[in-house]
């Protein structure tokens, strides 16, 4: 049987923050609920994802994904791996495997990490797979080295990209509201000083 502590020790920990929210956070408990197989199965028609927008706090700027599946600029992140079970720890994975990144660290709170966003998204049919959904849990991770990043493929290009630019070649709503909250995270941590610029 999966170890589902993880990850509902990070749905306990969140506060939905909209209707949707909530209606998706109650998809991934009931998803839960049976404690029969594994969660985060790719053959479940609805599975556990996770992913992190990456932030370099001292500009305010994000990184995005060119995801080909989707034709559209994502957050980076993705599948658990056999075994793995913490979406914090998935989402740190996967977002160093994408962006060649070492130094990520849990944003605001350097020691915590905390989820962002609990989402429901569609995924068409592809590689051999059916029309499927992913219950994606968000983080934020940030980063002091933003020169360093590297694509984990020529097709899986990255771009940083202030709020504002991310927001326009955002074509997914959930993602959208994604960066809307870290722009919020990123104005307080401003405010305590985390380094960014003026």
Excluded at 66 to 91: F, K, N, T, Y
Excluded at 129 to 147: C, N, Q, S
Aim: a negative charge; proline letters at 9%; aromatic letters at 4%.
């Amino acid at each position: 049987m999966a170890d589902h502590g993880p990850l509902l020790a990070a749905l306990d920990a969140h506060r939905p923050i909209s209707p949707v929210e909530e209606a998706d956070m109650a998809r991934v408990r009931d998803l839960l609920a049976g404690g029969d197989g594994d969660p985060w199965d790719r053959d479940r028609p609805l599975h556990a994802t996770a992913s992190a927008l990456v932030l370099h706090p001292p500009t305010g700027r994000v990184l995005l994904r060119w995801h080909e599946r989707m034709q559209s600029w994502l957050q980076v992140g993705g599948h658990a791996d056999p075994g793995e079970g913490d979406p914090a720890a998935v989402a740190r994975r996967e977002a160093q495997e994408e962006t060649g990144l070492t130094d990520l660290a849990p944003f605001p709170d350097r020691e915590a990490y905390r989820l962002v966003h609990v989402v429901v998204v569609p995924v068409p049919a592809g590689r051999g797979e059916p029309a499927h959904e992913h219950a994606d849990l968000r983080y934020l991770l940030a980063t002091g080295a933003p020169d360093d990043v590297v694509p984990e493929s020529a097709a899986a290009g990255l771009r940083w990209l202030s709020l504002d630019a991310a927001h326009s070649v955002a074509r997914e709503e959930n993602l959208r509201i994604t960066l809307g909250r870290a722009g919020v995270i990123l104005g307080r941590a401003g405010d305590r000083g985390y380094g960014r610029r003026p």
